[in-house]
C-alpha cells in the first residue's frame, strides 16, 4: 500500500515515514502543497495523509482539487486546526477523516487501516482468500494453518492481490503500491518479487496475465 505524506514539519513528518515504513506500507513524503497536488493527480498513492498548513498550495485547496478532478483516493486531514467548524470543511471539501494534531501514532495508524478497510469492503483487519489469511494489524500472513515469514514488499505485494482477489491488478497499481513514486527501479523488480512469493506460497498461488498484470484466484488450489 502507497501512503502520500503532505506534511512540512520535518521532524513529524520523519516519524510518520518511520513509523508506516515499520508497518510495511510504501511511503512517498512530501513537503510543498503543488507538488504535493501534483503527486495526488498522479493517481499513484492508496491513500493520501494531509496537512493543511502546507506552503505553496494550502491543503483544502489540495482537497478541493482532487475531488474536481474526480480522484477518489482517500484522504485524511492532520491539522492543528481543531475548531469544529475547521473540521466540518474539511470533510464537506472531500477529506475522508480528520486528525487533530498533536495526535499518537498509533492512532493514525488505526485510521489508516480503517480507511483502507472501507476503501475495500471490508468488514475487519483480516484478509482471506482460500488457503491463505492475512492479518493487517499484526502483519502476519497464515499459508494452510502456517505462519509465513515476508520481505515488508512481499507482504505489500500480496495484500494488494488479495484486496482485489479474483480479479486482474496491473502492473502499473502493483508497481504503484510497492514502490511508491520511487524511479530507481528495474523492470524485472516486480517479477523477481512475484517469484520470492511463489516460492514461498507455491507456483500456482499467483497467475500472471500476460500484457496486463498478476492475479490472485479466490480460491486458490
Known amino acids: ?23 510495511a506500507y510504501t511511503v512517498t ?10 503527486a495526488i493527480r498522479d ?18 485547496e489540495l482537497i478541493k482539487s482532487a475531488r474536481r478532478a474526480d480522484i477518489k483516493t482517500p484522504i485524511l486531514v492532520m491539522t492543528a486546526r ?5 473540521r466540518i470543511q474539511g470533510l464537506d471539501a472531500g477529506a475522508d477523516d480528520y486528525l487533530v494534531k498533536p495526535f499518537h501514532l498509533d492512532e493514525l495508524i488505526a485510521r489508516i487501516r ?29 499459508h494452510r494453518g502456517k505462519p509465513v515469514e515476508l520481505s515488508r514488499r512481499e507482504f505489500a ?35 523477481v518479487l512475484v517469484h520470492h512469493l511463489r516460492r514461498k506460497l507455491g507456483f500456482d498461488a499467483i497467475r500472471t496475465v500476460r500484457g496486463f498484470g498478476y492475479m490472485l484466484p479466490r480460491a486458490p488450489d
Open 157 to 191: 505485494l500480496l495484500q494488494s492481490l488479495m484486496e482485489q482477489a479474483g480479479r486482474i491488478v496491473r502492473r502499473e497499481s502493483l508497481e504503484h503500491s510497492i514502490y511508491g513514486l520511487d524511479p530507481v527501479i528495474s523492470s524485472s523488480a516486480l517479477e
Open 82 to 86: 481543531d475548531a469544529v467548524a475547521a
Open 43 to 60: 493517481r499513484s498513492a492508496d491513500l493520501v495523509l494531509l496537512d493543511l498548513g502546507l506552503p505553496g498550495k494550502d491543503g483544502m
Open 29 to 38: 513524503w512530501l513537503r510543498e502543497g503543488s507538488a504535493g497536488l501534483h
Open 114 to 142: 480503517s480507511l483502507a478497510r472501507r476503501a475495500h469492503g471490508l468488514a475487519a483487519n483480516r484478509i482471506e482468500v482460500g488457503a491463505l489469511a492475512m492479518d493487517l494489524s499484526h502483519g502476519e500472513v497464515i
Open 1 to 23: 500500500m502507497h501512503i502520500l505524506v503532505l506534511e512540512d514539519d520535518i521532524p513529524l513528518g520523519h516519524a510518520i515515514e518511520q513509523a508506516l515504513s515499520r508497518q
